[in-house]
């Protein structure tokens, strides 16, 4: 018999006998890593006050609040009318941000991708922006907007639009580094030009690619909308925050809820979208 690694049992046993020092030594790496990973996270939890008492005090909290939430309740129509326009100001931020962040990082990500690149100083300048831009969470981008235009859904936009250009730019400029070459040097090979080379050779293999990066990142941003609105940027985070800070439970569970299935629908509608579009893909190949 042969092993997936193409040897059979008897030439593995063999090296292994002939080797015996080295799969030792390897074996034991393997035993010190685990050991060290271990060791590390146990003095992280020592560190941080981890406590297995606090924590089960916690779980026993965290149920009497349950408790506190039900039944949902969205008080009185004038209320619910409240909640329902913050809701969909909360896709709308995320809607816009999602898209402004996209159509900034996509000509940004032929810069910084390496076969479409103009000068390779560009392109290490443009790779270091977006890692950058990405390395500051939305929740800090949306704390320093609200300083700098004011409370409202703007903030909240230009926060999701700032963090999400840099993880555009580095998904979109790793997908045209992947494309094949044979469309571009058959367009060139016709007589295009590098504008056409990308327009027809390298867009239409990346944007199945791209367009479900888009909906996965419009769906996480949803979330990422609601949090941001709790510091000021719009939405319902901003209904919620308030109905926590009344302590009215009941609303709370009742806004969660109304999050969950706005959520759900997203996902579900970009789950059938990138489906589509995955399958448009292998049947135009």
Known sequence: MTGDDGYSALEETALRTRYRSSFARDSRMGYYIAAAATALLAY???????????????IANLGNFVVLMFPPSWGDTASLFRFVKAL???VAIALLGTMLAAAIALPLSFLAANNTTVSQILRFFARRSFDTLRGVDTLVWALIWVNVVGLGPFAGVLAIAISDIGSFGKLFSEAIEASDKKPVEGVVASGGSRLHAIRFGILPQVAPVLISQFLYYF???????????????????????????????????????????????????????????AGDARTTI
């Open 88 to 90: 969909g100001e909360t």
């Open 219 to 277: 769906e996480s941003n949803t979330r990422s909308a609601t949090i941001i609105g709790i510091v000021g940027a719009g939405g319902i985070g901003l209904q919620l925050s308030e109905q926590i800070r009344t302590l009215e439970w009941q609303t709370v569970c009742f806004i969660i809820i109304m999050i969950l299935m706005t959520v759900s629908v997203i996902d579900l509608i970009s789950t059938r979208l990138r489906t589509a579009i």
């Open 44 to 58: 992280g939890l020592w560190h941080l006050g981890f406590s297995i008492t606090k924590f089960l005090h916690g």
